[in-house]
């Protein structure tokens, strides 16, 4: 099995966040941590770029730093794990594994407080991190837009719980699946990571079977974690997942298919004491994603 390589990718430029820039220390805290053979590093941008005319903020600078890993990534053999930027980071790792297995073959799991589903002419703030599933499925700003989009039918959203009207609106009409039903928690117990890890894997073996799914992307935006246990986010959303439930989940979904890539997006430390008290559970959720599952086959 060839190991998964580490993309550093610390792109602020998505996040709707007036604090954006903390994603890069955040990126610089994860970095000091990766093996250097190991590890790749995708040139972000200083700027923060023009909208380029359309109703994307930013969007001159993530189409280069799309460009950038996309050339990265069209080298690698293996998985890849992209790291230390907004939620738009994830989107040349996704359309990478596309290229690569294609999309009737690719399961992708979205573990996020947010299902990242609106659309450029109606969102609020422009960012393009909120869109990122959006444009993953083909709709949005035409240089965004996934050329091969992802199937709605093998999507799946774990631990959203701030959806916008448009957004529940876009998830009825794609039926995108949702795991969300056993995510409550008592006030008095500590969540049982086992029905989430169940869930995921049941899904999953249910796409093998049913669409002849072949590998898995995994996108984890950290907001998906309960504020109680992981507070390094722009936009902390209560009664989310534990540190358990989420490398459980994850470790199911390597253990059914191989992973073929994944993200591990927003975190923003405040400052150097946060983030050495919250990269713990980033490298828990690194060691999940690369613990030995099934190989990834070209």
């Known amino acids: 099995m060839t190991g998964p390589v580490f993309l550093v990718m610390p792109q602020w430029q998505g996040s709707p966040s007036s604090r954006a820039m903390q994603l890069i220390d955040g990126a610089a805290a994860i970095r000091e941590d990766l093996p250097e053979s190991a590890r790749r590093e995708v040139p972000v941008p200083l700027e923060a770029g023009d909208a380029l005319g359309t109703p994307a903020a930013r969007l001159s600078s993530l189409l280069r730093a799309r460009t950038s890993a996309l050339e990265i990534l069209r080298e690698l053999e293996g998985p890849a794990i992209t790291l230390g930027g907004d939620c738009a980071s994830t989107l040349p790792g996704l359309e990478r594994v596309v290229e690569r297995h294609g999309a009737e073959r690719v399961a992708v799991l979205w573990f996020d407080a947010h299902p990242d589903l609106q659309h450029p002419s109606t969102s609020p703030s422009g960012a393009v991190s909120g869109m990122a599933l959006r444009h993953a499925l083909g709709d949005g700003i035409d240089d965004l837009a996934f050329p091969v989009p992802v199937g709605a039918t093998h999507v799946t959203l774990v631990g959203s719980r701030a959806i916008d009207d448009e957004e529940d609106l876009e998830l009825e009409r794609r039926e995108l699946h949702r795991i969300g039903h056993i995510?409550?928690?008592?006030v008095d117990a500590e969540p049982d990571p086992a029905p989430l890890a169940a869930a995921v894997r049941d899904r999953l073996e249910d796409l093998v079977r049913d669409h002849g799914v072949s590998h898995v992307?995994?996108?984890?935006?950290?907001?998906?974690?309960?504020?109680?246990?992981?507070?390094?986010?722009?936009?902390p959303v209560p009664f989310g997942l534990s540190v358990a439930q989420l490398t459980a989940a994850i470790r199911a979904a390597t253990e059914t298919v191989p992973l073929a890539g994944a993200a591990v997006c927003e975190f923003a430390p405040a400052d150097r004491a946060a983030a050495d008290e919250d990269l713990p559970t980033v490298l828990r959720v690194l060691a999940a994603l690369t613990a030995r599952g099934r190989s990834d086959g070209a």
């Open 217 to 235: 992307y995994v996108h984890v935006d950290l907001d998906v974690l309960d504020p109680s246990e992981f507070a390094a986010v722009h936009a």
């Open 183 to 186: 995510l409550d928690a008592t």
